[in-house]
């Protein structure tokens, strides 16, 4: 089996800073493709930043700029810095990854999300 754990998320003020990190544990081979998304109250859930293996990343329009998705394979870990929060990006945040496994591939994990707010 493979675990997700997301950190990191908290209280900040608008124009603040916060790091979010979620670490893979478990049968890990090797990570694809690792994802952050986020749902807001009575919103969908949506998609905010993805990093391929090789590195290649893309963002929802409406953060790029602002965060940065970055990994560390060594220590099977996918990274949020997120710059000029504004009270739109308050949400809860979950990581999602497509894990492969000694002898097992498990796509679309997810972790249990953690919880950005700001406000001022």
């Known amino acids: 089996q493979v675990q997700l754990v997301e950190s990191g998320g908290g209280l900040v003020q608008p124009g603040g800073s916060l790091r979010l990190s979620c670490a893979a544990s478990?049968?890990?081979?090797?990570?694809?493709?690792m994802r952050w998304y986020r749902q807001a109250p009575g919103k969908q859930r949506e998609l905010v930043a993805t990093?391929?293996?090789?590195?290649?990343?893309t963002y929802a329009d409406s953060v790029k700029g602002r965060f940065t998705i970055s990994r560390d394979d060594a220590k099977s870990t996918v990274f949020l810095q997120m710059n000029s929060l504004k009270p739109e990006d308050t949400a809860v945040y979950y990581c999602?990854?497509?894990?492969?496994?000694?002898?097992?591939?498990?796509?679309?994990?997810w972790g249990q999300g953690t919880q950005v707010t700001v406000s001022s």
């Open positions: 478990g049968s890990i081979f090797s990570i694809n493709t």
């Open positions: 990093i391929t293996r090789g590195g290649t990343t």
């Open positions: 999602n990854a497509d894990v492969i496994g000694g002898s097992s591939y498990w796509p679309d994990r």
